[in-house]
């Protein structure tokens, strides 16, 4: 969506939306709804994600998206059945071989025998998976840089710091698109 488009628009918060489509400042001593935590949360994660994905197609992966990433982190470094990258995914079996063939079409997966188990197949990176997990990571990297210079690298690391302290242990998982689904 052009900048000039998202000028015009009221966000979900109700806030008015300023310049390059961000919402306008709100009044301090307002009372906060509860329900805009969640709403602010999700719109910083997809921020960061939706930056993330346009500098990836800049840099030779623009049929990457969002799932792609968190499958390749379920698969990892050594590899995995795709009954495991379901369970770790928090998706059907049936879902999670439609993206593993998704990943293979693409150049990021293989499908491999898995020389501990004659019976079962692993699916492992490709040198392009690997490039395109590496990149996000620096890309996130610069992205951080990016909110510390208009927040500043104290209440940046203040907001990450609090961001730990309420949430409950093992939270950080990669089963989010199962759990919005509601399958995990």
């Known amino acids: ?24 400042s709100a009044d301090p001593g307002r009372s906060r709804a509860g329900y805009e935590l969640p709403l602010l949360l999700f719109a910083g994660f997809r921020t960061l994600i939706d930056a993330v994905h346009a500098e990836l197609a800049r840099q030779g992966h623009p049929d990457a998206r969002p799932a792609h990433g968190f499958a390749l982190q379920a698969i990892g470094p050594d590899g995995a059945a795709a009954s495991d990258i379901a369970r770790r995914l928090g ?5 999670a071989g439609k993206t593993v063939d998704k990943l293979v079409a ?3 997966a293989e ?5 501990a188990d004659a019976r ?16 996000s990571a620096a890309i996130f990297d610069t992205l951080r840089a990016d909110w510390a210079a208009v927040l500043g690298e104290e209440r940046l690391r203040a907001l990450e710091d609090d961001l730990r302290a309420v949430t409950v242990p093992g939270a950080f998982r990669l ?3 199962g759990w919005i689904g509601g399958t995990s």
């Open 1 to 24: 969506m052009a900048d000039d488009q998202m000028v015009n628009q009221v966000d979900l918060l109700g806030e008015g939306v300023g310049e390059r489509g961000r919402a306008k």
């Open 120 to 135: 079962r197949r692993l699916v492992r990176l490709t040198a392009r998976g690997r490039d395109m997990l590496a990149r």
């Open 106 to 108: 693409l150049g990021y």
């Open 91 to 95: 998706i059907s079996k049936q879902a």
């Open 175 to 177: 089963d989010a698109a």
């Open 111 to 115: 499908r491999a025998d898995d020389p």
